[in-house]
């Protein structure tokens, strides 16, 4: 493999079709969720290759939803960036594309890869539903570089402990009323990790609409976040990652989901939980490696 070129086929970029050329990574060297440029810190905008699984599904040009890149032609995001295909024909498939390596949305870069297949887990319904995962396969494999590399996938067995510090990403809103201002630059934040039982908890506080006995926190979900708000999957797009670092990688957490509002005190971000259906991932995607980290690592992590 050359270790120089275009993130384009050769026969596009003699045609001077290339967005931009760099360093390619043999994939031989590539470690899943170990950015190859800068170390992932608190903040907000990032900056370029510090998120390289992050990406920007489109449809018909538009950016609809954020995801992940978890080998060299398969990525995840949320099955509700797809309803559309539950009900209607694989033709509109075409209508999609992943660009990869994306910083700044208002500046194009990187590659945009067309979509071979989108399979939504069967048992999602809708909004607030169990099952809020789907998974991307790309036309082509791509190759790595220092700004397209894939984040790793745990296994079924991980639990993430309740206060670990982890990122969330994407190119959403920087608050309620206040859209991502040019050059949209992919956004990052820290939040930590909140049980499933307290962040329920949170949910039916002051909300007398929620029989105290109804939980809308279910099994395959994750929350992050705090408590008096202020920061959280806001800052994020519906499908995108949340990371949880270990030992010096990055593990896909959870895939953000839905939330109320924009940060809001007692409502953190919920995401749908990656260990939780690493099976089925597997299943569509036997090569993948998945991550086995040893707990007592993640609670001393971060």
Excluded at 60 to 76: D, E, F, M, R
Aim: charged share 10%.
């Amino acid at each position: 493999q050359p270790l120089f070129g275009c993130l384009a086929p050769p026969n596009r970029c003699a045609l001077g079709s290339c967005l931009f050329c760099l360093p390619l990574v043999p994939a031989l060297l590539v470690r899943c969720g170990r950015p190859t440029t800068t170390r992932i810190v608190g903040g907000q905008d990032t900056m370029p290759g510090e998120i390289p699984w992050q990406l920007s599904l489109r449809k018909l040009g538009l950016h609809i939803c954020g995801g992940s890149l978890i080998n060299n032609q398969w990525a995840i995001s949320a099955a509700h960036c797809f309803t559309i295909l539950l009900t209607l024909s694989k033709d509109l498939l075409n209508d999609y594309k992943v660009n990869l390596g994306a910083y700044q949305l208002s500046v194009p870069s990187g590659i945009f890869v067309d979509v071979a297949a989108v399979y939504v887990h069967p048992t999602f319904k809708g909004a607030g539903s169990i099952g809020d995962i789907a998974l991307i396969k790309l036309a082509n494999p791509v190759q790595f570089t220092d700004y397209i590399i894939p984040v790793c996938i745990p296994t079924q067995n991980v639990v993430f402990p309740d206060g670990m510090n982890c990122i969330v990403s994407g190119w959403g809103t920087i608050n309620q009323q206040v859209s991502l201002p040019y050059p949209k630059t992919l956004q990052k934040v820290r939040v930590p990790i909140i049980g499933r039982a307290s962040c329920d908890q949170m949910y039916h506080i002051n909300n007398p609409t929620l029989p105290p006995y109804q939980s809308i926190i279910m099994w395959d979900m994750i929350c992050a976040g705090y408590k008096a708000g202020r920061r959280g999957s806001c800052q994020g797009d519906s499908g995108g990652p949340l990371v949880c670092p270990w030992n010096g990688s990055w593990l896909l957490a959870g895939i953000v989901s839905w939330g109320f509002g924009c940060a809001q005190p007692n409502k953190p971000g919920v995401y749908t939980s990656v260990p939780a259906y690493s099976a089925w991932i597997q299943e569509y995607v036997p090569s993948l490696q998945l991550t086995q980290p040893q707990i007592s690592a993640l609670n001393n992590t971060g």
